[in-house]
Structures are given as C-alpha cells and as structure tokens.
C-alpha cells in the first residue's frame, strides 16, 4: 500500500474523519501507521513509542487490515483485549468498509468447559455457598446460549469467582479427542476460528504461552501469521519471564490429590485404595513444605542455594518424586478405562517433570539432563530457583535469567514484528528494552504526546519531605499531601511500591479526613477487587485510591476523575525479588554496571507509566506529586524526571495548591459558561 493511500485515511476528509465527530488529524499518528507499513513491506521488526493522545490503536490497525497478510495483536491484558475486538476493530473496520475476519482468542481458563460444568452439576457437595449455587445455574444457562463460551461475557459471575477453575479446564485436565463433548469445545472452536480468521486479537499471555509450548515442541496454540503487533509492548519482559519459567504449588499438589482420589474411588475402586494413595502423595507433599518452616526468618522466600537446611529440603523433596513415580505407575494401570483416570495421569506427570526440572541442576552442579560429556560443575545456571513459603502456602519457582535469546528467535524469517507503547525508552534510549528481548536490529521510533502538558499539569516533588527510608516518611507524605486534597477536585490516586505502604497510607488518610472533616471516601486495594474499585472510584468523582502495582498502569480516567496522582516512592524493584537479584550478581560477574544497565531504566519506565495516569486527553489537567525527592537531589534523578512529559515543575507547596485552586475556578467559570449556553439556546 502506497504511503500516501494512509495520508487519505487519516486525512480531514477521509473514511475516520467521516466515522467520528469532531475528528482531529495527527501528525505522529499517521507517520507511526506509515513506519508500519514500511516495516511490513521489509519483513523488519519496528520499536515505536508513542506518547499518550498519539491515536496508536488506530495507528496500527489501519496496517494490519491494510497489509493484506494474516496477522495477531497482542495486547497488555484481558480487558484491552475485549476492548480491541469489541469497539475499536468493528468501529475501524466499518468506516474503512473492509471484509475482514477477526477472531478473539484467550487461553482455556477463560472458556466454560462442557466437560467440567457437568461434572461440578453433578456433584452436590463440591458448592460452598447460596452464592456459588446461584453461580453455577447463572453459567449453566451461559453455556446454553453463549456462542463463545468467553466467561468475560457473563457479569452476573464474577471473573475472579473461585468457581470458574472447577468449571473451566486446564492443559493437564483436558481430555482432547477423548472428551465427549469434543464437538462443542469452546476452546475448540476459538482455536479453529483463529486458524481461519484474518486477523487474530490475543494478550501477551497467551503469546507467551504459545512460545513456551514451541519451546517444548508443541505447536498447535497459535497460528502462523505474517504480521505480530505487540501494544504495550513494555510489560513483554516481565510476561515472558514469568511464562518461559515455571512453578509448583502446595495448592497443585493438593488439588491432584483429590482429583486422583475422585477419578479412582469412581472408576477403578477395586484395583487399589485409592484414598489412601492419595493421602501418600499429600503427605510427601506437606512433609516438603514442613522442611521451609525455616524460611519465616527470611521473610518466607529464599533462592534454591540459599535454602536453610537444604539436606532436609532436598530429602524431602526426593522422597516427594520417588512418592509420584509409585502413584504415576499405579494410574497407568488403569488409565484407559475412563477419561477421568487419563486426565489425572496426564497431571500427575506434568506436575512430576515440573518438580524434576526444578530441582535441575543439583547443588554441584550436577545435570540429569545433560550426557557425562557435557556436564561441568561450573556451567552456570541460566534460570534463577527460589521458593515462597508460609503457613498454608508453598510455591516453587524458577525463572530466566535472560529471555533475550528465546524470545528473538522466535519470530520468523519473514515475519514482522511491530512493539508499541508510550513507555519503552529511557529518556529517548531503547537500550535496554532491546536488550531485555534480544532485538538488538530493530528499527526504533519514538513520538511525543500531542497535549499541552505545560500548562495542562504541574509536576510537584515536595522540598522538605525525609528520604524514603526515614521512620516517618509515610507521615510526612500524607502530610504534604493534604492540603492538596483539599485543595482540588476530581479523584486522587496515591500510587505506592509496597503494599504495606498501600494499608499505612490509606489508614493515615482516613484517620485525618475524620479528623478534619474531609467528606471524600477513600478506597484501597485489596479490600476489593481491582474493577470494583475502579468503578466505584469513577462513579464516586472525588474518592482517593491507594494502589500500588496493578494500578500503575491500564487505568483511563479522563477529565474530573482523576486530577491528582501521588507517588510516594520512586519505583525501584526490591532488591530481595530473586529474579533481580540473580540478574544484578549475573551483570556483576561480567564486570556490567547493574543499578545503570537494570534497577534504573525499570524504575524510569514504571514511573512513566504512574505518571501516564493524569493526563489522558486535550481537555485533563492536574498535579503530579512524587514524595520521594531523591528525583530531584541524586544525579541519577535527572534521568527519571527527564523521561517524564514535559510538565511545569516546581518545588513551591504553594504554587502547587495555586494550581490547583486556579484550574478548579476556570473548570466552574467553563460549567457555568455552560450552562448559561444551554438556557439561552433552550430559550424560543
């Protein structure tokens, strides 16, 4: 497609401006959907920042249906990905009148599976509450009617209800052809679909789901296309690092055991006592997770070398195995005889070689993987081992330390891979995020935000807050931030990096609004789930929302609804997280820099994202606060303040509360200007 073809689509008269009202041309929106496009047409692969308000769905989408391969979007999220399919795609592909086929696809958790909602109906005993009773005939009647089967089309349940993980199935529990309700699949027909579609929307999970499995030989998740397009393409390290690594549960454990004692005492209660192999398999199980009691000391995590006490672990942990291997013999015998005993066979093996590979290599060194000749005891390890454990928990993970080379080499040949988010570069360098996925040749491109951010925010960093790591930090935080509150309008967002400091900030606040009369409501993760805060944060107009992680990013509250973010500190990793730590040693050994090369471009994108929240469209305006004022006072700072949208900045408490108050004046002078428009035109 000729480049000045995109110029007609996004130009003032074209088939956009046509669909949407009070349609504004943008430059760096149709250079990025060009950029595209010439690295379709060279098989390239192509890094494009583009700052919020650039228009960069549109952006990409007008290639996509215009390049005339098969190709796959990848989102950040679940709910992004609904978003795509549901309004952007049919809206886009409407006023361009194209016939393209485009296909939503999930991963299995998110389908109704036939097979397991029968079973659980059968089962009196397994619903715990009136609640879950009326869950399951609510998705009973789904089922009936739903063509999908997409459990994020049924409100009525909610989507973190525990329910769904008896009435969805997993890859271990899936019966495959054996199922009897093959033919009506949901998962089944997804994946059919997404083979023969035009376009496939899927999240970065499912992306990297499907890149584990290749990894293991299986290709049948995802289909083969011509074009990828990655949109918030910054959180793909952290996606393929959880996903190319694995981990085991005490939970896992736990629920094989009832699986396998459900499947045998229904189907094969003579061969064996099948409760009793069950408990077997539950106690090897708890006897392991006895062995890290000692963890509580290190604050319940430890790396596999760091392990307290690693003899009792490891024969613990031995005698774990050897348990699995006897049960896996047993469910062998008698695995043909129902599809039930053949799904929990299939289990028991997965979580069995999950286990081994984690205990790969042992603490010489040593590989049962690799022949005699190719082991050496000081090969090093290129995935980092840990375990979690605490008083009804235990988890082992392990992960890679770099996911650089098994991510880059999975794109094909003649395969075009686009990344896009507003956050992907340090102060304009890509560096590091090329880095982190081994696409050291990728053509890099960045365009700024088209909003007037000097005189639409101002970014405020308090002089006379302590340093993060003083007693009284929290207090003085919500000391400055105060008057500000009461200053405003709108919502306020305090962004935390721990969640302690979530619980004492948000305590602080409530204490001072009853004290001085305060009439905003404050809200706080974890006392609700993530979506029904945010709604009720909308609906409310005025409330305070304390998040930390998953409020940094893909929150949309344009106007009124948000008008003052506050970050108390800035958002470096905690040097305690394993991965981190095993990466800074690795940089270390190798003569790197790892606070320059690792903690602070993280810590510069995350905090791009925070910031990313107040400003969303032409008409927002607000106050930035960052609490933590070595931003402003360390050298390296200037690298983090740098990266942020060109906001006025001050230091002045009262400049701040003066932008505030005169924002909120000129907000009521244009409500009552009007209103007063309103009265006169309503007039005969």
């Known amino acids: 497609m000729l480049l000045q073809d995109y110029s007609d689509i996004f130009s003032p008269q074209g088939p956009l401006a046509e669909s949407?009202?009070?349609?504004?041309?943008?430059?760096a929106q149709l250079e990025l959907a060009q950029a595209i496009s010439e690295t379709v047409a060279d098989s390239g692969v192509l890094i494009a920042e583009a700052g919020t308000g650039t228009g960069k769905t549109w952006a990409y989408l007008?290639?996509?249906?215009?390049?005339?391969?098969?190709?796959?979007?990848?989102?950040?999220?679940?709910?992004?990905?609904?978003?795509?399919?549901?309004?952007?795609?049919?809206?886009?592909?409407k006023a361009l009148a194209l016939p393209v086929d485009v296909a939503l696809l999930k991963g299995r958790s998110n389908y109704v599976c036939h097979y397991h909602l029968e079973r659980l109906g059968q089962d009196d005993r397994a619903l715990k509450s009136r609640a879950e009773i009326a869950y399951l005939r609510a998705i009973q009647l789904f089922t009936e009617r739903s063509r999908s089967g997409d459990k994020?089309?049924?409100?009525?349940?909610?989507?973190?209800?525990?329910?769904?993980?008896?009435?969805?199935?997993?890859?271990?529990?899936?019966?495959?052809?054996?199922?009897?309700?093959?033919?009506?699949?949901?998962?089944?027909?997804?994946?059919?679909?997404?083979?023969?579609?035009?376009?496939?929307?899927?999240?970065?999970?499912?992306?990297?789901?499907?890149?584990?499995?290749?990894?293991?030989?299986?290709?049948?998740?995802?289909?083969?296309?011509?074009?990828?397009?990655?949109?918030?393409?910054?959180?793909?390290?952290?996606?393929?690092?959880?996903?190319l690594g694995s981990s085991v549960s005490l939970y896992q454990l736990t629920d094989l055991c009832r699986q396998i004692e459900a499947a045998g005492l229904a189907q094969a209660r003579e061969t064996v006592d099948w409760s009793q192999v069950a408990r077997k398999l539950e106690q090897a199980a708890r006897d392991l997770h006895l062995r890290t009691a000692s963890l509580a000391a290190q604050g319940g995590r430890a790396t596999f070398q760091a392990l307290p006490e690693p003899e009792l672990f490891d024969?613990?942990?031995?005698?774990?195995?050897?348990?699995?291997?006897?049960?896996?013999?047993?469910?062998?015998?008698?695995?043909?005889?129902?599809?039930?005993?053949?799904?929990?066979?299939?289990?028991?093996?997965?979580?069995?070689?999950r286990l081994f590979?984690?205990?790969?290599?042992?603490?010489?060194?040593?590989?049962?993987?690799?022949?005699?000749?190719?082991?050496?005891?000081?090969?090093?390890?290129?995935?980092?081992?840990?375990?979690?454990?605490?008083q009804h928990y235990l988890r082992l993970h392990s992960a890679p330390l770099s996911v650089a080379k098994i991510f880059s080499r999975y794109r094909g040949k003649e395969q075009s891979w686009v990344l896009t988010s507003a956050t992907l570069s340090v102060h304009g360098d890509f560096n590091h995020f090329k880095r982190q996925l081994g696409l050291f040749d990728a053509r890099t491109e960045a365009w700024a935000s088209p909003f007037d951010y000097p005189n639409q925010a101002l970014f405020y960093v308090p002089s006379t807050l302590p340093l993060p790591s003083h007693p009284n930090f929290n207090q003085a935080f919500v000391d400055a931030l105060i008057p500000l509150i009461k200053a405003g309008q709108g919502g306020v967002l305090v962004l935390c990096t721990t969640l302690r400091s979530v619980e004492r900030i948000a305590d602080m606040l409530r204490d001072r609004f009853d004290r001085e009369d305060i009439e905003r409501n404050v809200l706080r993760q974890g006392e609700r789930s993530r979506q029904v805060l945010l709604d009720e944060f909308r609906a409310r107009g005025n409330a305070v929302l304390v998040g930390s992680a998953s409020f940094w990013e893909g929150i949309d509250l344009p106007g009124d609804a948000l008008t003052l973010v506050a970050i108390d500190k800035l958002p470096f990793a905690p040097p305690d997280d394993p991965v981190l730590e095993a990466r800074i040693k690795e940089c270390?050994?190798?003569?790197?820099?790892?606070?320059?090369?690792?903690?602070?471009?993280?810590?510069?994108?995350?905090?791009?994202?925070?910031?990313?929240?107040?400003?969303?469209?032409e008409r927002d305006w607000g106050v930035l606060m960052v609490g933590d004022t070595r931003i402003v006072e360390k050298p390296y700072g200037k690298l983090l303040w740098r990266g942020l949208p060109p906001f006025a900045r001050t230091r002045d408490p009262a400049r701040a509360l003066a932008f505030l108050r005169e924002q909120k004046a000129k907000r009521q002078s244009d409500e009552a200007g009007q209103v007063t428009m309103e009265d006169r035109l309503e007039q005969p």
């Not at 409100?155 to 969805?168: G, Q, Y």
């Not at 929307?201 to 890149?211: E, I, K, T």
């Not at 049962?368 to 090969?379: F, H, M």
């Open 357 to 390: 590979q984690w205990s790969q290599p042992d603490r010489q060194g040593r590989h049962a993987y690799l022949p005699e000749s190719e082991k050496d005891e000081d090969q090093p390890d290129e995935f980092v081992r840990w375990v979690e454990s605490g």
């Open 315 to 353: 024969e613990a942990l031995e005698n774990l195995l050897e348990t699995f291997d006897k049960v896996i013999k047993m469910l062998a015998m008698v695995a043909e005889r129902h599809p039930d005993l053949a799904a929990a066979h299939k289990s028991a093996l997965e979580i069995r070689a």
């Open 20 to 27: 949407v009202p009070h349609y504004r041309p943008r430059q």
């Open 588 to 617: 270390k050994d190798r003569g790197g820099n790892p606070f320059m090369e690792y903690q602070l471009p993280e810590a510069a994108i995350a905090l791009k994202q925070g910031a990313g929240r107040l400003i969303r469209t």
């Open 62 to 93: 007008v290639p996509v249906f215009m390049q005339g391969g098969k190709a796959l979007v990848s989102t950040g999220t679940r709910t992004l990905q609904d978003q795509l399919f549901r309004r952007d795609i049919p809206h886009l592909r």
């Open 152 to 243: 994020g089309e049924l409100a009525e349940v909610p989507e973190d209800a525990d329910i769904w993980h008896r009435v969805t199935s997993t890859r271990d529990n899936c019966l495959g052809q054996d199922c009897p309700f093959v033919r009506d699949c949901f998962v089944m027909k997804a994946r059919r679909h997404a083979q023969d579609a035009d376009v496939v929307v899927v999240n970065h999970a499912l992306f990297m789901a499907d890149l584990a499995l290749r990894e293991e030989g299986v290709t049948d998740l995802l289909p083969s296309v011509d074009l990828v397009v990655f949109d918030e393409a910054h959180q793909l390290p952290d996606v393929a690092t959880r996903f």
